[in-house]
């Protein structure tokens, strides 16, 4: 699925591979980029997805729906002194647990970036859906596009940024994964 992320960023942290070529680059021409491209990745926090049956006591066999954050993988393109340009693809595993109501859920996410010292400059959310046609497991890519960094000039580089990921988190499920608690992504097998 294609997203458009149209944001005026400003500066992220990276750690990247200097002299990358990007998908994005060898797109547009084989020119080498110009500088490294910022790290893409989730936040280790928010990249899994628990929600719980309503009125749960929160037992495993009270989960409803689960997900993960599997794969991120960010491509970018330095054009002379214009602003950097990024696109991001997610790969989701999505689970219906036994206390699942629906045969689809909508799972809502982020994609933010943020300065090196961690100072969020923007952050727009997206939601991917999982259909549970073919048993509890589904699978999806999402294709976030049109990220655009603005840079004073051509010397500052992508190293400055970087471009995180994550799910939109009740607190609760955010405790929930700060315990360090696991689960199976098909949560109704035995």
């Known amino acids: 699925m294609r997203k458009t992320f149209p944001l005026v960023l400003a500066l992220v942290a990276a750690l990247a591979l200097s002299g990358c070529v990007s998908r994005l680059a060898r797109q547009l021409d084989s020119t080498p980029n110009a ?70 859920h909508d799972y809502r996410y982020f994609v933010a970036v943020t300065r090196r010292n961690g100072k969020v400059l923007a952050k727009e959310y997206f939601n991917t859906r999982a259909e549970f046609r073919r048993g509890d497991i589904a699978s999806t890519t999402e294709l976030v596009n049109k990220i655009s960094i603005p840079r004073a000039d051509e010397s500052i580089s992508g190293v400055n940024f970087e471009i995180v990921v994550g799910f939109e988190l009740t607190p609760e499920q955010l405790e929930f994964n700060r315990s360090g608690q696991r689960f199976r992504l098909d949560a109704s097998a035995g």
């Not at 960010?74 to 002379?80: A, E, F, M, N, T």
Request: proline fraction near 4%.
């Open 35 to 104: 500088g490294a491209c910022p790290v893409g990745g989730s936040i280790y926090e928010a990249s899994r997805y628990v929600k719980f049956a309503d009125g749960s006591d929160g037992t495993f066999r009270d989960i409803a729906y689960t997900g993960e954050i599997t794969d991120v993988r960010l491509y970018c393109r330095y054009i002379k002194d214009m602003p950097l340009e990024a696109e991001i693809e997610i790969d989701f595993a999505l689970g219906k647990g036994p206390r699942a109501t629906a045969s689809e």
